[in-house]
Nanobody, 124 residues
């Protein structure tokens, strides 16, 4: 059983900052790519930022220079530092992890897991 649990969402004024954290737990063998996605009301879910196991990062153009993704491989965690927030950043943010996990004691399976999502609201 694998779980991804997010924390850190909330309400902030435009120009403010928030830090989101996501912790993966369970029978994990390894974690490959990790990322943060967001979905605003009436819009499709979009990739915000991703990071490989080796630390290579990728950002949506709309957040470049404002958001920073980081991960702690030892703790199976990924964070998203969000600065200079804008009202258009308002959305439900979810973390995703492509991971390999144990089924039983010797069988491995690989798939993507999602967290439950955390609301970020930026007021103007």
């Amino acid at each position: 059983q694998v779980q991804l649990v997010e924390s850190g969402g909330g309400l902030v004024q435009a120009g403010g900052s928030l830090r989101l954290s996501c912790a993966a737990s369970g029978s994990i063998f390894s974690i490959n790519d990790m990322g943060w996605y967001r979905q605003a009301p009436g819009k499709q879910r979009e990739l915000v930022a991703s990071i490989t196991k080796g630390g290579n990062t990728n950002y949506a153009d709309s957040v470049k220079g404002r958001f920073t993704i980081s991960r702690d491989n030892a703790k199976n965690m990924v964070d998203l530092q969000m600065n200079s927030l804008k009202p258009e950043d308002t959305a439900v943010y979810s973390c995703n992890a492509e991971l390999t996990y144990y089924i039983g004691t010797a069988t491995l399976q690989r798939r993507g897991y999602w967290g439950q999502g955390t609301q970020v609201t930026v007021s103007s």
